[in-house]
T-cell receptor
Framework: GDSVTQMEGPVTLSEEAFLTINCTYT??????LFWYVQYPGEGLQLLLK?????DKGSNKGFEATYRKETTSFHLEKGSVQVSDSAVYFC??????????FGKGTLLTVNP | DTGVSQNPRHKITKRGQNVTFRCDPI?????LYWYRQTLGQGPEFLTY????????KSRLLSDRFSAERPKGSFSTLEIQRTEQGDSAMYLC?????????????FGPGTRLTVT
């Protein structure tokens, strides 16, 4: 079945550092890929998406590229801020409309 | 309409009691999903509706769980004879029937604690 494996945290960075959170997936067919973010005390929010191979999703300075050859969708940001502290979830949308999530990566950014 | 809403936000119940949660999706969204999230894990799919029809149920959804969406608008999730293992955050999401049905919008969740 479909599955998502993402880098385990927690990840602690200083402000303005470069961020990478790795995500790989296993799926049949041609899934869509997503990054969701959960800020403290809030619900899940869609951060970015990519619906086909080589698509790049981007939002709020975050980027991720759909790499079919490596089955990956790594999240990157060039310069993190304290306000980026949250839990980040990689997710896959397969053929039956449900989302399959990774376990989440807690990011803490210190000033 | 500001998004998906869920009620209650928190529920504490004793083992063996029944509980019911409500989800109100974004008004024009015809797909509605329920997920369960336990501590340190990502959300796990439970079930989904297209309009009022329940189209898929996960094996996680035991016979103590039932979900309804009677008029294709709000949905309820009922857990009968709750067990401590049911303690989790229950999330509802909705989406439009478009070419990107996975772009789901989540509510804040209902946190269930079974004592």
């Amino acid at each position: 079945g479909d599955s998502v494996t993402q880098m385990e945290g927690p990840v602690t960075l200083s402000e303005e550092a470069f961020l990478t959170i790795n995500c790989t997936y296993t799926a049949t067919g041609y899934p869509s890929l997503f990054w969701y973010v959960q800020y403290p005390g809030e619900g899940l929010q869609l951060l970015l998406k990519a619906t086909k191979a080589d698509d790049k999703g981007s939002n709020k300075g975050f980027e991720a590229t759909y790499r079919k050859e490596t089955t990956s969708f790594h999240l990157e940001k060039g310069s993190v801020q304290v306000s980026d502290s949250a839990v980040y979830f990689c997710a896959l949308g397969g053929s039956n409309y449900k989302l399959t999530f990774g376990k989440g990566t807690l990011l803490t950014v210190n000033p | 309409d500001t998004g998906v809403s869920q009620n209650p936000r928190h529920k504490i119940t004793k083992r063996g009691q029944n509980v019911t949660f409500r989800c109100d999706p974004i008004s024009e969204h015809n797909r509605l999903y329920w997920y369960r999230q336990t501590l340190g894990q990502g959300p796990e799919f439970l079930t989904y509706f297209q309009n009022e029809a329940q189209l898929e149920k996960s094996r996680l959804l035991s016979d103590r769980f039932s979900a309804e969406r009677p008029k294709g608008s709000f949905s309820t999730l009922e857990i009968q004879r709750t067990e401590q293992g049911d303690s989790a955050m229950y999330l509802c999401a909705s989406s439009l029937q478009t070419s990107t049905p996975y772009e789901q919008y989540f509510g804040p969740g209902t946190r269930l604690t079974v004592t």
